[in-house]
């Protein structure tokens, strides 16, 4: 029974419901996306639409902001946005929504670029799926501007080594060269603006349908980003007076076989002018300056192979590298470098000095050759020698008569290690100055706690009686290994001094420095290391003027115990 008074009540109530509606069917509310655009008119609404951009400078980008809203209770979706077929490129959309959610507001920018003196139009066409639009129509919002002359942005571009080349206005390439499968080959570009208004580079991209696969940048470029959709440009303002300005970029190229390979670059500019106009007005694509063109080319090919060496130690070729010492005359070969095929020769050597010790100087004497030695300078006389203790390291790169570059790794490494018990190195800053290194015995009688010293004596070791093309000082006669000497003194320049001992006999030995003569170039700052055993064992560094002197610390032997002094007095040596 409770069965049938149920459905006899749904049945009533259904009866009751169509029997009370009895509405036309436009009385019913539509729920649909609307859109509101701020150019049209009132403020509202989607007609009579216009943004006037009014006189810009030519070159010169103008933006504005549309505020578009949606009044409904559900999303509004964009697409994106059109021009007419018959607007000025001059106009640009920067940014758009692809959806605004229910009544809320959001931007659209759209921009003016003028690039003739002239007025210009357009037409926008913002499409959406709004309902008050008839047959979702596009909004069409009319643009207007008109552009002015007070001044012109001038590009230019310039490859840099190993590229050559200027652009627009030639038929020049950019050649990347001849290098391995695989292994990537760079030139730089230099774009400069000649002209009196900001140079824009709106975009830097390679013509997807001139270029081979390979080819990209090195680092962020102008254009739009693909992750975010942002817009990013670079601004060259005009040269000041005596002064150019500019920006680069790195095009790089990675051949995946052997061959050639081509590509097109393409700079995008707010530059409107041609290099060679043609009579009937038009531009070349070559010659625009507004859409560079800059036609670049690499070949994949099999490379010669670097093979670093050191030919000899103090001209013997029969030496262990592990025994290399300060002031040692190192010889690097090349020679052993061989091209990939037999109908090829090795043409060019290149060497470079990849890392060294602080403070040195040392450089090769010839770079270009198979065979370059280490050479430093001394008392303005350039001798054949690495100048520091420490690490050393050198990079070989070798190119064939095609022009190919070798691609692997070829590096002559070796340490230059102090084989006395006691090294002392002395290094400044000032390439005129002379600055000496003293090295002082205690003459205290023994078992004196306090130590004496008397410089510029037979107990102080200088480079007026303890050079070693002098003899050296004779501290204990007949006991050379325990005789200080001095190898180098330099009246001219960084350094180095060097004062050495083999077998130290036991006493304390003072370190010093005295600033002989600034030769009117003023102060200097100096550093001295001790090695131990070939081991860095401390390092102290101040600033010295003139007449200076420098007591740096105190050495124990056999203890190995060394106390800072640090005592910088005016004037001669106070002892």
Same mark, same amino acid.
């Given at each position: ?167 627009? $206005? +030639? %038929? @020049?390439?950019?050649?990347?060269? !001849? ?10 570009? /230099?774009? #400069? ?121 103090? $001209? +013997? %070729? @029969?030496?262990?590298?592990?025994? !290399? ?10 020679? /052993?470098? #061989? ?237």
């Amino acid at each position: 029974m409770l069965r049938w008074n149920v459905l006899w009540l749904v049945g009533a109530l259904s009866a009751l419901t169509l029997s009370r509606c009895n509405c036309p069917d436009e009385d019913f509310l539509e729920v649909a996306p609307r859109i509101n655009v701020d150019a049209c008119k009132s403020g509202q609404g989607t007609s009579e639409c216009m943004v006037d951009f009014g006189e810009v400078a030519l070159s010169t980008r103008a933006s504005h902001e549309l505020r578009i809203s949606n009044p409904s209770g559900i999303q509004l979706t964009l697409q994106e946005p059109t021009f007419s077929d018959e607007t000025d490129p001059a106009f640009r959309v920067d940014h758009w929504p692809d959806r605004i959610a229910a009544g809320l507001e959001s931007s659209m920018v759209v921009s003016f670029r003028p690039l003739v003196e002239s007025a210009v139009e357009g037409v926008l066409e913002i499409h959406s799926d709004a309902a008050n639009v008839p047959s979702q129509e596009p909004v069409l919002v009319e643009l207007r501007g008109r552009g002015v002359d007070n001044g012109l942005p001038q590009i230019e571009i310039v490859a840099r080594s190993p590229c050559v080349g200027t652009w627009p $206005g +030639s %038929e @020049d390439v950019a050649d990347l060269g !001849i290098t391995a499968v695989a292994h990537a080959a760079t030139c730089t570009f /230099e774009i #400069f603006n000649r002209g009196s208004r900001d140079l824009v580079i709106e975009e830097i991209s390679y013509d997807a349908e001139s270029t081979d696969n390979g080819f990209d940048f090195v680092g962020r470029v102008p254009g739009v980003d693909p992750d975010t959709g942002e817009r990013f440009e670079s601004v060259i303002p005009p040269p000041e007076e005596g002064t150019s300005s500019s920006r680069s970029f790195v095009a790089r190229g990675v051949p995946s076989e052997l061959g050639t390979f081509a590509g097109l670059i393409l700079v995008q500019t707010n530059d409107p002018g041609c290099v060679n106009p043609q009579g009937d007005g038009s531009c070349r694509p070559e010659d625009s300056r507004t859409l560079v063109q800059i036609p670049v080319t690499l070949e994949g090919a099999l490379t010669p192979t670097a093979v670093a060496e050191i030919l000899s130690v103090n $001209g +013997s %070729e @029969d030496f262990d590298p592990r025994q !290399i010492e300060p002031l040692d005359d190192v010889v690097l070969t090349a020679e /052993e470098s #061989f091209a990939s095929s037999r109908s090829l020769r090795i043409s060019e050597y290149r060497w470079e000095i990849i890392e060294q010790p602080p403070g040195s100087h040392g450089f090769l004497d010839n770079p270009g050759s198979a065979t370059p030695r280490f050479m430093f300078d001394n008392s303005r006389n350039i001798v054949a020698g690495v100048d520091l203790a420490g690490f050393w390291a050198v990079r070989l790169t070798v190119v064939d008569s095609r022009g190919a570059s070798s691609v692997n790794e070829a590096v002559v490494t070796f340490n230059a290690v102090p084989t006395d018990a006691i090294h002392i190195q002395l290094v400044w800053d000032h390439p005129n100055s002379d600055v000496d290194l003293h090295l002082l015995r205690d003459i205290s009688p023994p078992g004196s706690t306090t130590p004496e010293w008397d410089s510029f004596s037979s107990d102080d070791c200088y480079f007026g009686n303890c050079k070693v093309a002098g003899g050296g000082l004779e501290w204990f006669p007949g006991e050379d290994e325990s005789n200080p000497t001095l190898d180098v003194d330099d009246l001219y320049g960084y350094g180095p001094e060097n004062i050495n001992i083999d077998t130290p006999h036991a006493g304390r030995y003072l370190v010093g420095v005295d600033y002989w003569s600034d030769h009117g170039e003023g102060d200097t700052v100096a550093v001295i290391r001790l090695f131990v055993f070939g081991n860095l064992h401390s390092e102290y560094l101040t600033d010295l003027a003139d007449s200076d002197w420098w007591e740096v610390a105190i050495i124990e032997w056999p203890s190995r115990e060394i106390t800072t002094s640090n005592v910088v007095t005016p004037g001669s040596a106070p002892y």
